[in-house]
Every structure is written in structure tokens, then in C-alpha cells.
């Protein structure tokens, strides 16, 4: 019984110095806007229709103090922006891109305040447009405090990254379903999102991708067209720049660089003596995964044997990719497929990795 009286005399307590605080809310709105004549009991109504005399009162007589000495605002618009300012901050979660400096008792300046809920607000309504995996693992960055200016750059970027994800329409269910999974790994940032947007262009939108693009590229860039036949390309990499301009709509580990994994240490990891293959299937869409497939481990042994790939192999044992980077355990169905009943000679004549 004790207990509960306690909880309650704390609870009228607890409710009085609330009360006291929203009295003296809506005491220093008065003193400081209508006792003074700055606003008029006319304007007094049109702030009270919004907040009922809450805590905001004072908060939002600052906006429409503010709104209403611009030169170029019509008054019958500030009912409508202050409605907007009154949601921003009835709803202000400080968890979810919280304004530095932020207390609704001490303001500051105002136009700042009210630019930092704007960009805020957009900032927010752009998430939104999001799949959940995404909010998920930008939760550090969703978290840190940022000033108006810092809410601003950042709502820049995250338009700009915003251009590039909305090319993602382009694609069937299950292509964006992988690009999604790649794009927005655990802990993710904007600029690394951006940097994989902007090297993954062609990929993200499925620009189709034709025989005279590749022969094009192999003028400039570090690969070699070492087999042609009807509509079935082979083409030796040595470097992870020119697997960067060959593999360019896919989603290998080594065709992205700076913000995530260096491109350059994945090359180090999967490529063999510096080396790859990719095989190119014009049959297919150049936004299909099947467009492409990657060489990254010799395929024959010492002896001249084809190595025996099987369900038991790890992962890290898989030679070959399709452009979503799934591997496959068994290679040599692939390349029975582009190649036919001679796809052995091939093997020994073109995919030797130096041997």
C-alpha cells in the first residue's frame, strides 16, 4: 500500500510540474508576443487552433513570428507551413536524424531551426522510399546529430544516390532482390552507397551492353578478346581495372571499389596469377545474369585433368560466377552450354590460366 502511494504521489507530482511547465509555455508566448502587440489576438487563435496550448505554443508563435515578417510570405500560407513545423516537431524523434542543439525551450535561430526540420522532414520522407534492409543497416548514420548544414549536405547526397536507385525499376523482382542485398550491407554509409551506385550504373539499371561496347573497351582498357565464335566471347583480364570496365553490370567483389572492399584487394584474393576470364553469351539480355560468367580458378589440374567440382566443395573452391555472383558447383555444364561437345578443347586451349 506504501508502494502505491508513492507512485501515485509522485505521478500528481510528475503531472504538476508538467502542467507548470505548460503554463509557463503558453505565459511566456504571451508575454513575449501578444502582451507586447508583436502578434494579434487574431494570430493568437491561429497558433492555438494548432497546438491547444501545449508545450509547443511558445515554439511555434517563434515560427509564425518568423513566417510572418518575411516580405514574400502571404499570410494565408503561414497556417499551412506552421501545421507542417507542428508535426516536425510534435514528432521529433531524437533517434532519427536529430538536429544538433535541438531544444524546443531555446530556439536560437529560427530560420535555422526551420531549415533543419525541413531537410530533416525530406530527408526522412526519401527513407521512406526505401526497403526496410535499408533503414536497418543505416541505423548509425540514421542516429548521428547534424546541424542544419550537415542535414542539408546530406539530404543532397542522399538525392543524388536516390537518382541512381530509382533505375532499379528497370529490373525484374529477383534482379533488384540481389542488387539490394549487395547495395545495403550492414553498417552501410551514404557515400559508400553512392560509390557503389556510381560504378554500378549499368548493372542498377540494365543498360544493355552489345558486342561493339566490348570491342570498343579492349582498345583502352586492360583485356584481351582471345575467342569469338557466332554469338560466345572469351575475354583474359590481367588487371582489376579492366575488370572494373568489363564487369561493370555486375555484382562481383572486384568490379567495385573505394567506398566498399577495395576492388584492388579483391582482385589480389580471386584472381589466379592475375588473371580472369570472363565468357560472354550475347543470346542473353546484357542485364541477365547469365550475360556473363567469370573464370576465376583454373579448371584443369597439373596433369592436364579437369578438376573434379562437386556438392561437397566450399564455396571458396567455386571457379566461376554468373553477373548476380552466384556461383555454381559445376562448371563444366556452363560451358558445355556455350561451347558444345568441344568445350574440353576449349578449356585447354583458352582458359588455362598459363599453363
Request: with cysteine.
Amino acid at each position: 500500500m506504501r508502494d502505491l502511494k508513492k507512485i501515485i504521489k509522485y505521478s500528481v507530482r510528475e503531472f504538476l510540474t508538467e502542467q507548470e511547465i505548460l503554463n509557463e509555455n503558453i505565459q511566456l508566448a504571451d508575454k513575449i508576443y501578444f502582451k507586447t502587440g508583436k502578434l494579434s489576438e487574431q494570430d493568437k487563435e491561429v497558433i492555438l487552433r494548432i497546438t491547444n496550448g501545449n508545450n509547443y505554443t511558445k515554439l511555434i508563435s517563434d515560427f509564425y513570428f518568423y513566417y510572418k515578417n518575411l516580405p514574400y510570405r502571404q499570410n494565408n500560407s503561414i497556417d499551412f507551413y506552421l501545421r507542417i513545423l507542428y508535426n516536425d516537431v510534435l514528432n521529433y524523434n531524437k533517434n532519427v536524424f536529430p538536429i544538433k542543439g535541438y531544444d524546443i525551450n531555446n530556439t536560437g535561430d529560427i530560420s535555422e531551426l526551420i531549415s533543419a526540420l525541413g531537410n530533416r522532414r525530406k530527408i526522412i520522407n526519401e527513407l521512406q522510399k526505401l526497403p526496410s534492409i535499408a533503414t536497418r543497416n543505416l541505423k548509425h548514420e540514421i542516429r548521428e546529430k547534424r546541424s542544419k548544414s550537415q542535414l542539408a549536405k546530406y539530404l543532397q547526397d542522399l538525392e543524388h544516390f536516390m537518382a541512381y536507385y530509382s533505375l532499379l525499376s528497370n529490373r525484374d523482382e529477383n534482379a533488384q532482390l540481389k542488387i539490394i542485398r549487395k547495395m545495403f550491407k550492414s553498417n552501410v554509409t551514404l557515400d559508400e552507397l553512392i560509390d557503389f551506385a556510381e560504378e554500378k550504373e549499368n548493372f542498377i539499371g540494365g543498360v544493355e551492353f552489345t558486342k561493339d561496347d566490348v570491342k570498343k573497351l579492349s582498345k583502352s582498357e586492360d583485356f584481351e578478346i582471345i575467342y569469338e565464335q557466332g554469338d560466345v566471347m572469351i575475354v583474359r583480364v590481367d588487371s582489376p581495372d579492366g575488370i572494373k570496365a568489363i564487369g561493370c553490370n555486375s555484382l562481383w567483389c572486384f568490379t567495385y571499389g573505394t567506398g566498399f572492399e577495395s576492388a584492388y584487394r579483391q582482385w589480389g584474393n580471386y584472381s589466379y596469377n592475375d588473371t580472369v576470364y570472363v565468357l560472354i553469351d550475347f543470346r542473353e539480355d546484357s542485364d541477365s545474369a547469365e550475360f556473363m560468367h567469370v573464370l576465376v580458378k583454373p579448371l584443369t589440374d597439373e596433369d592436364g585433368d579437369l578438376i573434379d567440382y562437386d556438392d561437397e566443395e566450399e564455396d571458396y573452391d567455386i571457379p566461376i560466377f554468373d553477373m548476380g555472383n552466384e556461383n555454381y558447383r559445376n562448371p563444366y555444364s556452363i560451358l558445355e552450354y556455350l561451347f558444345g561437345e568441344n568445350y574440353k578443347n576449349i578449356i585447354q586451349d583458352y582458359l588455362n590460366f598459363g599453363y
